[in-house]
């Protein structure tokens, strides 16, 4: 067993989600299927492999400090699910 | 004389052009057609039909303008992109009621040159699945049969452009999403190489994969589509500033295949494809020999890893993007949280669907220490050998012809039940966004046993779509004609 369903309820703790435990044995199947499908890659000699990252060299482009204002405070608010016309408002955290 | 909405991209172009026809007049007849077809294939999440009226009339008091390349033409977007003002839900219900402040580069690119945006395009939920079944609103479906599915995840702009609701569309390819869908709907689809397209206003799911390509009913059409938006964008560090080439004169530079080699990989046509899909790309690659390509066997040996170093790469990419949606600043907020990671988990819970909740906890997984060299970075040890294979391939060719799937479209429902088999049904798209090659799917005739249509694939050279078009512009004119679904 690749996974158990106690390491799928602490990765959805840890991504924020909240799984029935009907739903965290269903899960664990799948991706225990899915990760041992996966084991495939073990087959290979990466050793002297770099990893790649992504398909192109990034580099990083210098810009002109300029000030700009490309959207005001209310468009920003506009898809906020709760605001006080200034700052996005969030359950009390102190 | 073809209906006027069958008509292609670059027709209704040159009748707008010249004013045989009216913005206004193209714009209600794409409105008509949707209304009439939508019922049956249900391709749209939203239309945005007053503002593309609106649009139209703007336009045509102007006049046509030959500096917009796309003057009065009714496209269709993925709702994977941000259109100010406009829903943008990426087929989930966090962001049921999400309204971008600001329009993807693509789509501004797209307005820029004269296109009217007539509405937004069902997908699977954040572009995750093969089907558009997976999106949290409805399933889109297949404008050839409608009890078969359209593809996916851009299957809502397969199946409104294979409809004939507009001229064109965009769609997003992360792992085969653009061009499995114009397969198995029988219309061209063109993932640029990545870099090529500004993924500005994308909503992510796998950012080293991801790319903006068009949906259109020819290849020329694709080429102006990609003209339009292809090029750096200082909104976008990964778009490279390499120059774009003129891709309608490049089509027109050929009209054989005379000097080209066709790379035919052994591990693309020798198992496990259906006997129509064989027998219909086959007859392409032979009609290829006759237009004078050369063909040559390539050997991609690392295929049979592209599965599971694609699924570790994006379900790991998708985990970290998907980070941002905790119920601040937009989308669904849970409101009876009284802390606020109650608030983030009961949000998160509530919005996500099951596919997008599976793969962040493998995504999750993956990254978590401990797992992270033997599954994240191994995959991205085994990405680069793919590269090294394809680039050892098209040393020996110009273009790589194969299949685009192993099957035409499948029945709504076949592949719902298990999500590893789903994941098998981009075997031969997968590697292209691994590589970040440009990747084509052409449709090559109707299948024996379906009647559904078939794609071939073409892969090119990074940053060479060029000659991609060029090819799949010769094919197409020599290949058995798909025609237009009747709806």
Redesign the interface.
């Known amino acids: 067993m690749k ?1 158990s369903p106690e ?2 309820a602490k ?2 703790r ?6 029935t435990p009907e739903k965290i044995d269903q ?1 664990a199947g ?2 225990d ?3 041992g ?8 000699d ?1 050793s002297s ?8 060299d ?1 580099i ?2 210098m ?1 002109d400090d300029v000030v700009r204002k ?2 005001t405070r209310e ?2 608010l ?5 605001t006080d016309g200034a700052f ?1 408002i ?4 102190v | 004389m073809p209906d006027l909405t069958q008509l292609t991209l670059t027709q209704v172009r040159q009748q707008l052009a010249d004013k045989s026809r009216s913005a206004a007049e193209v714009t209600e007849a794409a409105l008509t057609r949707i209304q009439a077809t939508e019922p049956k294939i249900q391709a749209l999440l939203s239309l945005q039909a007053e503002e593309a009226r609106a649009q139209a009339k703007a336009l045509d008091a102007q006049g046509p303008d030959a500096a917009k390349p796309l003057w009065g033409v009714p496209l269709i977007v993925k709702d994977v992109l941000a259109t100010k003002d406009a829903p943008t839900t990426c087929g989930s219900k966090i962001l049921e009621n999400f309204r971008p402040v600001y329009d993807a580069t693509a789509v501004a690119r797209l307005k820029d040159a004269g296109a009217i945006i007539l509405a937004k395009a069902n997908m699977d939920e954040f572009a995750m699945g093969s089907t558009t079944e997976n999106s949290a609103y409805f399933a889109t479906r297949n404008p050839w049969d409608t009890s078969r599915v359209p593809g996916g995840s851009s299957g809502g702009s397969g199946a409104a452009v294979a409809a004939c609701q507009c001229y064109g569309a965009l769609g997003t390819d992360t792992g085969g999403s653009i061009r499995l869908p114009a397969s198995f709907c029988g219309i061209v689809g063109l993932k640029p190489s990545y870099g090529r397209v500004s993924r500005f206003g994308m909503v992510a799911y796998g950012s080293s994969l991801d790319q903006i390509g068009p949906m259109t009913r020819s290849v020329e059409d694709a080429a102006r589509i990609l003209q339009v938006i292809a090029g750096h964008d200082g909104r976008d560090s990964t778009s490279v500033e390499a120059p774009v080439p003129d891709y309608v004169a490049a089509l027109s530079e050929r009209g054989d295949l005379k000097g080209l080699t066709i790379g035919l990989p052994a591990e693309y046509w020798d198992k496990g494809l259906s006997p129509e899909v064989a027998e219909a790309c086959g007859a392409a690659v032979k009609q290829a020999e006759a237009l004078g390509a050369k063909t040559v066997p390539v050997s991609l040996k690392l295929s049979e890893y592209a599965i599971a170093t694609y699924y570790i790469i994006a379900v790991a990419e998708a985990s970290s993007n998907l980070a941002r949606f905790d119920g601040v600043r937009y989308g669904l907020r849970d409101k009876s949280a009284e802390s606020l990671i109650e608030m983030y988990v009961k949000s998160r819970t509530q919005g996500f669907g099951e596919e997008v909740q599976r793969r962040i906890i493998l995504g999750t997984y993956v990254l978590s220490s401990g797992y992270y060299d033997a599954y994240y970075r191994k995959a991205a040890q085994v990405r680069r050998m793919i590269r090294q294979d394809f680039e050892a391939a098209l040393t020996q060719c110009d273009v790589i012809l194969g299949p685009v799937c192993p099957t035409t479209a499948f029945k709504v429902g076949e592949m719902t039940s298990d999500p590893l088999q789903m994941y098998l049904m981009d075997i031969f798209t997968i590697s292209t966004n691994l590589a970040g090659l440009p990747g084509m799917s052409l449709p090559v005739g109707l299948g024996r046993e379906t009647g559904m249509p078939v794609g071939l694939q073409l892969t090119g050279r990074a940053f060479d779509e060029a000659r991609l078009l060029q090819v799949a512009g010769v094919l197409e004119k020599n290949v058995p004609a798909t025609g237009i679904a009747a709806l």
């Open positions: 996974i390491e799928v990765v959805a840890l991504a924020r989600l909240d799984l899960y799948q991706l299927g899915i990760l499908y996966m084991d495939k890659l073990s087959e290979l990466t492999v770099e990893p790649m990252y992504t398909p192109v990034q990083s482009v810009r490309d959207f468009e920003i506009r898809n906020a699910p709760e996005f969030v359950p009390r955290i």
